[in-house]
């Protein structure tokens, strides 16, 4: 019998055969060993050396595969590391399709990365059904999405990118960073990988650097493991130990940061300073309706333009909650320039040209007070009006 989410969470994933079976330790042990003594010649017991399995690592890959109705879970070094690794299941010649509103680092490793082994990519609007169906060619083996994507929060139809997937033999893959597992389950809608920057909500504390990646495809699952083994980006038994105890309190804090986003895009959409706010939760917000459809919530993350006459350097000092940096979802608000920030790589024109103006921000709600937070902004925008 399957648990509700919140209660996986909170006894991070432990179950029959999961719990340390010597002293009953409620929290996992972290195995700090990277060999384990083989008891006979020739009979090997479960693990063997780190890099291939540990059992703290075990416990980890065990809840975020069971949280993604999964049937395999892995945990890697970084976002980076389990994305990179999942695109390691191509080989030379294969062509990928892939949102040209994805993750920078994405970006870099589809474009600079795999161009070096003759895997080649195509970006396109991934909320233009027709588009990606144009992009598709004989040797396409991989569909990547990212939903709601970075930083203007653009929804893909799931569904539909899956079944112009299956028409045509390819896998979907799915950056689910955004939503969680809690929110947002892509493996349910027929997506073949899901992947995780667990760096964010997942771990929650701006603490640990890790990533993690779901199937359930057995045939994709042993290909996983394959390239985690073979690769070797694994995430270490301490990590694998923080991300447990993080990911145990993700839904009410994730409840928590929701409630208060919604808030605040109301807040900001209402304002006079504001030109315009980016969130799933508002009505306008383009493909809102599909987001509802396949998504439990709007999400912790909104971005929002500040009018031209608001000064965006003294908007920014006046703030004293949130943390002004790069990264996302962790208990404290963070709000990131992604002009300078995430995309500072990206041509200015072509930064104008997809609406990354020096006037955006974009602002993950952490677990602070809401209306502390809405004081915070409200003075910092006032403040300006007033002033200028
Ligand atoms: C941060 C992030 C990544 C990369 O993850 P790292 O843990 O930083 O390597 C990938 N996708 C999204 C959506 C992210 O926000």
Same mark, same amino acid.
């Given at each position: 019998m399957g648990h509700s989410k919140e209660t996986t969470l909170a006894h991070g994933g432990n179950q029959q055969g999961y719990q340390e079976k010597h002293t009953g330790a409620v929290n996992p042990p972290i195995y700090l060993s990277s060999t384990y003594h083989q008891q006979q010649l020739n009979e090997f017991g479960d693990y063997d050396y780190?890099?291939?399995? =540990? !059992?703290?690592? /075990? #416990?980890?890959e065990v809840a975020i595969a069971k949280l993604e109705n999964g049937t395999a879970g892995f945990a890697f070094s970084s976002g980076m590391a389990a994305i990179s690794s999942a695109f390691m299941l191509l080989h030379a010649g /294969?062509? &990928? +399709?892939?949102?040209?509103? +994805?993750?920078?680092?994405?970006?870099r490793c589809v474009t600079q990365l795999l161009t070096q082994f003759s895997i080649e990519h195509t970006f396109v609007d991934m909320t233009n059904p027709v588009e990606i169906e144009e992009a598709i060619q004989p =040797?396409?083996? +991989?569909?990547? $999405?990212?939903?709601?994507?970075?930083?203007?929060? #653009? &929804?893909?139809d799931i569904r539909k990118v899956v079944q112009l997937a299956k028409n045509n033999s390819c896998l979907t893959f799915l950056d689910n960073t955004? $939503?969680? !597992?809690l929110h947002q389950q892509p493996l349910d809608l027929g997506v073949d990988i899901v992947l995780h920057s667990a760096t964010k909500f997942l771990s929650g504390h701006s603490d640990i650097v890790a990533g993690l990646? +779901?199937?359930k495809n057995q045939e994709l699952a042993a290909s996983l493991k394959f390239v985690q083994n073979t690769y070797g980006a694994i995430l270490g038994a301490t990590d694998c130990y923080q991300l447990l105890q993080g990911m145990k309190t993700l839904e009410p804090r994730f409840t928590r940061s929701v409630s208060s986003a919604i808030k605040l895009a109301e807040f900001f959409h209402s304002h006079n300073e504001i030109e315009h706010v980016y969130y799933p939760g508002l009505h306008h917000h383009p493909g809102s309706s599909i987001h509802a459809k396949q998504s439990t919530s709007p999400g912790a993350v909104l971005s929002f333009v500040l009018k031209d006459h608001v000064d965006a350097k003294s908007f920014v000092e006046q703030l004293s909650i949130p943390v002004f940096a790069v990264s996302l979802g962790a208990v404290e608000s963070i709000l990131s320039h992604p002009a300078t920030m995430s995309h500072a790589a990206m041509p200015a024109e072509e930064r104008e040209a997809r609406g990354i103006s020096q006037r955006l921000f974009r602002l993950s709600v952490g677990i602070e007070n809401e209306e502390d937070l809405i004081e915070d902004f409200k003075n910092a925008l006032t403040v300006k009006a007033g002033v200028l």
């Open positions: 780190s890099r291939s399995g =540990n !059992p703290t690592r /075990d #416990q980890l /294969d062509h &990928i +399709v892939i949102t040209k509103d +994805v993750y920078g680092g994405t970006f =040797n396409t083996k +991989v569909i990547y $999405m990212e939903t709601p994507a970075n930083p203007l929060l #653009q &929804i893909t955004f $939503m969680t !597992p990646a +779901v199937t």
